[in-house]
């Protein structure tokens, strides 16, 4: 997700500086102290409001009930019409023509705000601005107005989903997001058979792509950030690649590529920027065992899931509060302990980013248990209380009859 909250943000600025001459920073000014209930010490200019939904959703799928504050902020930076841009340092001035609202933004809050419950109204703002924003191929860019891409459009699918909408049945020009998806399919010839691209190329070709890959799993089977593991994908016949004509199949596709590109490397996937010697690309990874576990191709999901809790602490540590958040994914969607991570504890990890949650709800086994102990002690001491005023009452009997006697 980092790389692909990256890429996202640069294929946008060219849109964004076009449409406003004028664009306002929204970055703090150095004597500006980032709010307290902000998840994360970096600079917030390009990822607040994303991480802050990254956090708080993957507190909520730990079973964690975030700071109040906390929610609230990601609350107050909804602008007026529904949209969300990347961070807005002061949610008191109003939105403008020059706020830089924010596909992906607005689809992570969706979704954490949705997961948390009580916030059907912003929710309901947000969903409404999405499709009034929808491409006519049915998908949607980084910015309004941006040409269509993989990330966004599946991120955009997540929330949909996530707000009760059927993704498949919001259309723009007879265009559904699926339909947005398949043309950014690769086909099961050439370079990346079966991979999503993120967007075509400036001559309109499609170049495989790992992070839109797990992006456009995802949003070809309908699912969010947050996946159950998925019922076991059984064997095709066939080729393990075939025509993309409906999204089942495109992602069973992308499913293949991954999986093939996660065994070259040990069960992980690499970097590939420009310019920098190849890295394990932890993030990348993560996404991609949630996409395999949510399709049901839990062999090469586990095995990945695996060497991310080997190999994944310092990458966590020193990337913030949604790369602790995609690692809880990763466990949740593979049935991992997210707390016994490779013998790290994520979710106190990532709480330990931002405000002190409150406390997490009792399960209800565990619930009823501390009831009846409490009933139990309630009982015990109950009993030494009438035993004491008992004892009490003799007392003052005994004492009134020796006052009485000549």
């Not at 970055?27 to 990254?54: F, M, T």
């Not at 975030?66 to 929610?71: D, G, L, N």
């Not at 495109?250 to 996660?262: H, K, V």
């Not at 035993?387 to 005994?398: E, K, N, P, S, T």
Request: glycine share 12%; hydrophobic share 40%.
């Amino acid at each position: 997700m980092n790389v692909r909250r990256s890429a996202a943000v640069l294929a946008a600025l060219a849109v964004i500086g076009a449409a406003t001459p004028a664009a306002a920073d929204p970055s703090p000014s150095p004597s500006q102290a980032l709010p307290s209930a902000l998840y994360g010490d970096s600079d917030p200019k390009y990822d607040g409001v994303w991480r802050q939904s990254l956090a708080l959703l993957a507190q909520d799928t730990a079973g964690v009930k975030p700071a109040a504050k906390s929610v609230q902020w990601l609350v107050r930076q909804q602008c007026a019409d529904g949209g969300f841009a990347s961070y807005r340092p002061d949610p008191a001035t109003a939105c403008d023509a020059r706020t830089p609202l924010d596909t992906n933004a607005t689809s992570a809050a969706v979704q954490a705000l949705t997961a948390l419950g009580g916030h059907d109204d912003v929710t309901g703002k947000a969903v409404g601005w999405l499709k009034s924003v929808q491409n006519k191929d049915g998908g949607w860019g980084y910015a309004p107005g941006g040409a269509s891409d993989t990330n966004s459009t599946s991120v955009v699918i997540g929330a949909l989903a996530a707000a009760g909408e059927e993704p498949g049945l919001v259309e723009k020009g007879g265009k559904s997001p699926y339909d947005a998806l398949l043309k950014l399919a690769l086909p099961c010839d050439g370079d990346g058979a079966g991979a999503f691209a993120f967007q075509p190329d400036k001559k309109g070709d499609l170049a495989a792509n790992a992070d839109a890959t797990a992006a456009g799993v995802l949003g070809a089977l309908g699912h969010g950030m947050v996946v159950k593991p998925g019922k076991k994908a059984g064997k095709t016949s066939g080729p393990a690649c075939a025509e993309p004509r409906t999204p089942e199949r495109a992602a069973a596709n992308g499913a293949a590529y991954l999986t093939s590109a996660l065994g070259r490397d040990d069960d992980h996937l690499m970097s590939a920027l420009a310019g920098a010697e190849p890295q394990p690309d932890h993030g990348n990874t993560a996404d991609a065992v949630v996409a395999l576990a949510a399709r049901g191709d839990s062999e090469q999901a586990q095995r990945s899931v695996r060497w991310l809790a080997k190999n994944s602490a310092t990458w966590a540590a020193r990337s913030g509060p949604a790369a602790y958040a995609q690692l809880i994914f990763a466990a949740h969607a593979t049935g991992t302990d997210p707390r016994d991570f490779g013998g790290a504890d994520l979710v106190k990890q990532l709480n330990a980013t931002g405000p002190a949650p409150q406390a997490a709800a009792k399960s209800g086994a565990k619930a009823a248990e501390e009831d009846k102990d409490s009933d139990s002690v309630f009982g015990v001491w109950w009993y030494v209380g009438v035993c004491l005023v008992a004892g009490i009452g003799i007392g003052f009997l005994f004492t009134g009859r020796r006052k009485q006697q000549p």
